[in-house]
């Protein structure tokens, strides 16, 4: 597989994987596809406890040592709060999407029955020929509602359809590939990095190639609220978690960029491992930029808070308007993937 092959895996499982919903909680059919594939390209995958999928590669020999590289398909999203009298919803978030992008976005209900509703999310004074705030007021859980698109105007109306409080709502990631490279849609965080790896492991299998170290790759379900990667496979000695890179403000990382993150909210990330990937990329001559993010947080930072202990790094391609609507480039992913083949390549330990 060569990377004209790569980029045409990459983004073909993008674009599935994004249009599946899977808002922190409710993941099983994102892990299912995700898993499909995996065993349909020769992998074992496995499940722990709480649904986060864990991927095996053998190394060389049996005295490797075993390293993880952690992807999560979890998102945000919203949840059913309550159901007014007038038969809208009230909602609450889940992870923290940014909320004022989501005015006029169209949603998903998902019952706990398997039925699914199309509605809108809305500022509670949303017509400009109506209120007077309209364009000014707060987007934020208590000054916005979902409208359904079925004939409700009363709670009662609304109970008979199904739903019901603790419902996810899952947000439209209106995901679009441009001809120039852009990959636009909600959610890239963190699922371009899944498709990123998943293209890593079809590259492995097509040309036959055996990593230095054994590999548990983990695909995760709960790190928008904090704890995806928490609980880890006890061999594993050094964790990359490979997640979006910010773009923005005094930060180096462009959307064409790998981004390196030396330190994020939860501290400094082993100095070792990122100094090594740091040497990677510049062997391999990639566009990399090392940032510092103070307000972010990755399925490293859970695995360390929970006292696994590895040895942790970040990277990821540059997103930029992230928990918005967010857009990377072909080159960052690709920028990705050839730093995480370096590093799992490496003769080096």
């Known amino acids: ?21 899977s808002p922190s909680g409710y993941c099983k059919q994102a892990i299912d596809f995700i898993r499909a594939e995996a065993q349909r390209l020769g992998y074992q995958a496995s499940m722990n406890a709480k649904g986060n999928l864990i991927i095996d590669i053998p190394g ?24 007014k009298d007038d038969g809208t919803l009230v909602f609450t978030p889940v992870g923290g999407p940014s909320l004022p992008t989501c005015d006029g976005e169209y949603c998903r209900i998902i019952t706990r029955e398997g039925k699914v509703y199309s509605g809108t999310i809305l500022c509670n004074e949303a017509s400009v020929h109506v209120h007077k705030k309209a364009q000014t007021s707060d987007r934020n859980a208590t000054t916005m509602h979902i409208r359904i698109d079925e004939r409700v105007n009363t709670k009662a109306a609304v109970l008979a359809l199904g739903i019901s409080n603790g419902d996810f709502i899952a947000i439209d990631p209106k995901t679009q590939i441009t ?8 959610f890239l965080d ?50 990359i978690a490979v997640d979006m890179g910010c773009v923005g403000s005094d930060l180096a990382c462009t959307e064409s960029d790998v981004s390196i993150c030396a330190k994020d909210s939860t501290g400094p990330y082993d100095y070792e491992l990122t100094s090594k990937l740091i040497a990677l990329a510049k062997e391999a001559q990639l566009n990399y ?11 490293v930072s859970a695995a ?29 992913v690709e920028n990705t993937i050839k730093l995480l083949l370096a590093y799992l390549l490496a003769e080096s330990a």
């Open 1 to 21: 597989m060569d990377f004209l092959e790569m980029k045409s895996y990459v983004l073909d499982f993008a674009t599935k994987l994004l249009a599946i919903d």
């Open 60 to 83: 060389i020999g049996a005295s490797a040592k075993t390293v993880g590289m952690s992807a999560h398909v979890d998102t945000l999203g919203l949840m059913v709060r309550s159901i």
């Open 179 to 186: 001809d120039s490279g852009f990959i636009k849609s909600r």
């Open 289 to 299: 930029a090392v940032d510092v993010y103070p307000m972010y947080g990755s399925d």
């Open 304 to 332: 360390l808070h929970a006292g696994n202990d590895i040895r942790g790094a970040l990277i990821g391609p540059g997103v930029a308007a992230s928990h918005g609507m967010e857009r990377t480039h072909w080159d960052g």
């Open 190 to 239: 963190d699922k371009i990095s899944v498709a990123a790896l998943m293209g890593i492991l079809a590259h492995l299998k097509a040309k036959q190639i055996t990593p230095r170290h054994h590999v548990k790759v983990i695909i995760s379900t709960y790190e928008e609220v904090g704890h995806g990667s928490s609980q880890i496979p006890a061999e594993i000695e050094e964790l």
